[in-house]
């Protein structure tokens, strides 16, 4: 069984606490590139399923993985480089779509002004000799493109079939090393005497749990393109103020999509 179906597992049998004397505020973002204008851009992230555990999953994976009859497979470094080159040329296509869809966008515009001069007018030839020098760079940015098609079909024919086949042999070796993980979980909840607490983030990024005092893990995961966001943050719940926790890339470790 793999590691993300048992974590979303554990959010079955326990519900969110209505109230408590500790309040932990969890506030989630991420950085992104806007694909509009290039710039980073942070946005909160919603919809996030945000987890409150009186122990340490990460602790506890560790010690099931210690524990496996053989360790575990991974992906060959051979096959991650693979993936990047994939990754490169996937870019590269989009960059050269958008570049061609927006240079021929124009073009189609020139044409269509053009219709409303005669060929006599000065603004005629401005748009006519603009349209010419464009109609050619319209034709390298097609060819670029389909470059970088070929370029994307080629990879993808030698490291789909690859992936595929370490994705096999890593959740078979993840079902055999993490089969005894329900119950442990309930062994581990049993000796704390707390349930799991859980909130999802709203529009603007914000979830709020309300546990008992003592050591707590904030645990969240967000996906990515090429990557997931994993957080496993240990906090220490006092009565009083909020306890403020902020996700993001600062403080979470990226994990590699296969």
């Known amino acids: 069984m793999k590691r993300t179906n048992l974590w979303a597992l554990a959010l079955v049998p326990f519900a969110l606490a209505a109230c408590g004397p500790g309040t932990v505020q969890v506030s989630a973002e991420v950085d992104l590139v806007d694909p509009e204008s290039g710039e980073q851009i942070v946005r909160p992230i919603e919809n996030l399923a945000v987890q409150l555990l009186p122990f340490d999953r990460d602790a506890l994976f560790d010690s099931l993985t210690a524990a496996a009859p053989s ?8 096959l991650q480089i693979m993936q990047d080159s994939l990754f490169d040329a996937q870019e590269t296509q989009r960059l050269a779509e958008s570049e061609w869809l927006a240079l021929r966008e124009r073009l189609q515009e020139i044409s269509r002004e053009l219709q409303q001069y005669t060929q006599a007018e000065a603004r005629y030839r ?22 970088a098609f070929a370029r994307v079909e080629a990879i993808q024919s030698r490291v789909l079939g690859e992936l595929a086949e370490a994705r096999i042999l890593q959740e078979q070796w993840e079902d055999q090393a ?12 049993r000796e704390t005497g707390r349930d799991i607490l859980a909130d999802t983030t709203d529009a603007m990024g914000q979830a709020t749990v309300r546990p008992t005092p003592g050591e707590w893990w ?7 393109p090429t990557e997931e966001l994993y957080w496993n943050i240990r906090v220490n719940v006092e009565r009083g103020d909020p306890l403020q926790v902020r996700l993001s890339r600062q403080n979470a470790e990226a994990r590699r999509i296969f």
């Open 178 to 189: 993490f089969a005894d993980y329900t119950t442990i979980l309930a062994a581990r909840l």
């Open 218 to 224: 904030v645990h969240a995961r967000y996906s990515l």
């Open 126 to 147: 401005i748009l006519f000799n603009e349209f010419n020098d464009l109609e050619a760079r319209v034709s390298a940015a097609q060819r670029r493109q389909n470059e």
């Open 71 to 78: 360790p575990e497979p991974g992906f060959p470094e051979a």
